[in-house]
């Protein structure tokens, strides 16, 4: 999973999860066999029934003005912000209405959201290595996160926090690593990443002081707090990935299989969104990695184009979840459910 910085910065980024294969196009007549960790999950998620999400809209404006939103995350206020890799903007919904109430274009930056401090909010450049800070709809400054970089290509993942911010950057050949920043993109603190790259695809999450670093391609999640580095297995994860993937593994196959996207963390859960080839699925999880729950789209069917990209999610006062879902194919829009736990 090599990315050449020759290559245009658009397709490097909108092919990030790509390049494995995804349920809807490997091929159907390939090995049943999984790992016996993911045969455990598998036996533990057929135990639990399927529940629904709940339809509040679809945000689908036009390709005037979404080609490709790639992050989404709701700020503390409610506010759903939305990136466009394509068209290089960040865009602020608010609930209930389809239309944008902010419009922020960041020239040439194929803009990843990178969360909220304060009234201001981020959005990271990868091709730059830095970060827009964005208040009041004005780019008050870019910030260069400091670290070593591979010299071509690789994957590089950026957060904001209450004191700075988060980095990850991995590549072939290259010595991964996971850290921590100021508030002007300098290392304070730096753990490595051993193993391959494509084992920390993903993009990062954090909960207090508490940096979760997604993986797309296994069932599992990084912890990282108080300079520790550990992963979480998802238990109860099941794809028809799963013997793909142990192909993968065991060399039998070029590209590891998307397992995940992306997840969030809400409440006491951490959601998942599990790719199936035409419908959401979100798998719900306890803070220690354990299902709690399996949740659907009303009416699942198969669509091979399907694609999302992103999951947010907020709880209500009540309780309850409003989830937030980019896709970019069949076309591109942001879904919205809602879902109170049983």
Same mark, same amino acid.
């Given at each position: 999973?090599?990315?050449? &910085?020759?290559?245009?910065?658009? %397709?490097? !980024? ?22 016996? *960790? ?27 003005? !979404?080609?490709?939103? /790639? ?7 409610? +506010?759903? %912000? ?8 960040? !865009?602020?919904?608010? &609930? ?59 994957? /590089? ?5 209450? @004191? ?28 490595? +990443?051993?193993?391959?790259? %494509? ?5 990062? /999450? ?24 550990? &992963?979480? *297995? !998802? ?19 070029? =590209?590891?299989?998307? +397992?995940?996207?992306?997840?969030? +963390? ?13 419908? =959401? ?17 009303? *009416? ?8 999302? @990209? ?9 309780? &309850? ?17 809602? %879902?109170?736990?049983?």
């Amino acid at each position: 999973m090599v990315f050449h &910085s020759r290559s245009s910065p658009y %397709w490097l !980024l909108a092919s990030l999860f790509l390049t494995g294969c995804l349920p809807s196009s490997c091929s159907r007549n390939e090995p049943r066999s999984i790992t016996p *960790a993911d045969s455990l999950s598998r036996e533990y998620a057929q135990t639990f029934p399927v529940d629904t999400l709940t339809v509040l809209e679809a945000i689908n404006p036009g390709m005037d003005e !979404l080609q490709y939103p /790639r992050t989404l995350a709701y700020d503390a206020n409610g +506010l759903l %912000w939305v990136t466009d890799t394509a068209r290089h903007i960040l !865009l602020a919904f608010e &609930s209930g209405f389809v239309e944008p109430v902010e419009r922020d274009t960041i020239p040439d930056s194929f803009p990843y959201l990178a969360g909220f401090r304060g009234k201001s909010v981020f959005a990271f450049s990868p091709a730059t290595h830095s970060v827009y800070e964005i208040t009041e709809g004005n780019i008050e400054r870019e910030i260069f996160i400091g670290g070593p970089v591979p010299e071509r290509g690789g994957l /590089r993942y950026v957060t904001a926090t209450e @004191t700075g911010f988060v980095s990850k950057v991995v590549a072939p050949e290259f010595e991964g690593y996971l850290a921590l920043h100021d508030v002007d993109g300098e290392i304070v603190e730096q753990v490595a +990443l051993p193993g391959p790259d %494509w084992r920390y695809a993903g993009l990062l /999450r954090t909960r207090g002081e508490v940096v979760y670093s997604l993986s797309g391609f296994r069932p599992m999640v990084d912890r990282y707090a108080n300079g520790s580095l550990d &992963s979480l *297995a !998802l238990i109860g994860f099941d794809s028809p990935m799963l013997a793909r993937s142990l192909q993968f593994m065991n060399g039998d196959t070029h =590209a590891p299989p998307l +397992l995940s996207s992306s997840a969030d +963390l809400a409440g006491d859960y951490i959601f998942v969104l599990n790719m199936r080839p035409g419908w =959401a699925q979100l798998d719900v999880y306890d803070l220690e990695g354990q299902l709690q729950h399996l949740v659907t789209q009303p *009416a699942p069917s198969f669509n091979q184009e399907y694609y999302p @990209t992103d999951i947010a999610v907020r709880q209500l006062s009540d309780g &309850s979840y409003e989830i937030a879902i980019s896709v970019v194919k069949p076309e591109p829009r942001i879904e919205r459910y809602s %879902w109170s736990p049983r």
